[in-house]
């Protein structure tokens, strides 16, 4: 019995994926580049694919001049954009310490601001703001990441019809029922890892969109700040939208009172509606809907190993999991 269950196929393949599960676990100090690649290329190839349906030109043409669009448009974003949004999120954060140091004219808030107080809001600021300097400190190791990123995602796509014909050579090889399964893992990871996250910017490019327009009209102060904090938090699903709720609140209560907070809780409710039954629908599958309670849980357990990270990947990998396992929904009622 068991020689035939080390024989046996889902054994192979289990003993395979912790084998590869431990390989990157090995690699954790790399996996800033090793995610940056997968994302950029995958996004970067979806788009190559798209522009050679609509325009029959050259495959390679295609590959660089769209890399050299995007490089250009970083390229000027850091230079012009960059100091502004750095001044604006700073400026962002002395606002929320000042409302939290500052007394208030309303005892609830008062009472809420002293109970917040208890659990020193005020030092995890501070913490905030230290984080938010050492990364623009170490924005020289990040860009060169990023570089290193796009560089390896643009020679694996001029050479794609290469690699892969090289790379099928394996399953010939002696190593082949290696190869078989590694295939079946890859193909269920782009599969569902990479749409996952390709969703996920869709949505949180639109809600970041959406949300600053709504924000404009109610004449927000840096709202250069306000949608890069929106972006990057709308990429985090359910948890992204509760946490930016709460610094938006207090500056909203800050520059018109409780009217201003029930604006922003109205057109986020809306902005989330959208998202919940528009694009969530349409750019997600069965399998991601998932139930709110397992999305925390998924974040919390992703965040606790994986650091900022988790929050970005927990839900893509998770689901990847779910299509391994061939979980699927019940029909039954």
């Known amino acids: 019995m068991i020689n035939n269950l080390l024989k046996s196929s889902g054994f192979k393949r289990i003993s395979i994926f912790v084998v590869i599960a431990l390989a990157i676990y090995a690699m954790k100090s790399m996996i800033n580049l090793i995610l940056l690649t997968f994302i950029f290329t995958f996004l970067m190839d979806r788009l190559v694919?798209?522009?050679?349906?609509?325009?029959?030109?050259?495959?390679?043409?295609?590959?660089?001049?769209?890399?050299?669009?995007?490089?250009?448009?970083?390229?000027?974003?850091?230079v012009m954009y960059l100091?502004?949004?750095?001044?604006?999120?700073?400026?962002?954060i002395r606002q929320l310490t000042a409302f939290y140091t500052s007394k208030h004219d309303n005892v609830v808030l008062n009472y809420l601001v002293s109970r917040i107080e208890e659990v020193k809001i005020s030092s995890y600021l501070e913490q905030g703001f230290t984080f938010v300097l050492k990364y623009f400190t170490d924005i020289s190791s990040i860009g060169l990441q990023i570089l290193l990123s796009l560089l390896m995602?643009?020679?694996?796509?001029?050479?794609?019809?290469?690699?892969?014909e090289f790379t099928k050579k394996f399953k010939t090889s002696k190593i082949s029922f290696i190869y078989d399964e590694i295939e079946f893992f890859a193909r269920k990871f782009v599969r569902t890892f990479g749409k996952v996250i390709e969703a996920q910017l869709i949505i949180a490019v639109v809600n970041c969109v959406l949300t600053t327009l709504a924000l404009w009209l109610l004449d927000f102060p840096q709202l250069g700040g306000l949608s890069i904090m929106i972006l990057i938090l709308g990429i985090i699903p359910v948890a992204g939208v509760i946490i930016s709720l709460i610094p938006l609140a207090i500056i909203a209560y800050s520059i018109g009172g409780i009217v201003t907070v029930l604006y922003v809780g109205l057109a986020i409710l809306i902005i989330h509606s959208i998202e919940a039954y528009i694009l969530n629908p349409n750019l997600m599958s069965s399998k991601t809907n998932l139930p709110v309670f397992y999305t925390f849980i998924v974040l919390i357990f992703s965040e606790h190993f994986f650091g900022i990270w988790g929050l970005i990947i927990g839900i893509p990998v998770f689901v990847f999991l779910l299509d391994v396992l061939e979980v699927t929904e019940s029909k039954d009622i």
């Open 49 to 78: 694919q798209f522009i050679e349906g609509k325009i029959r030109i050259n495959r390679k043409l295609i590959v660089v001049v769209s890399y050299g669009c995007i490089v250009g448009l970083l390229s000027y974003s850091l």
């Open 153 to 164: 995602s643009l020679f694996f796509l001029l050479e794609k019809p290469r690699l892969i």
């Open 83 to 92: 100091p502004m949004i750095a001044e604006e999120i700073t400026a962002l």
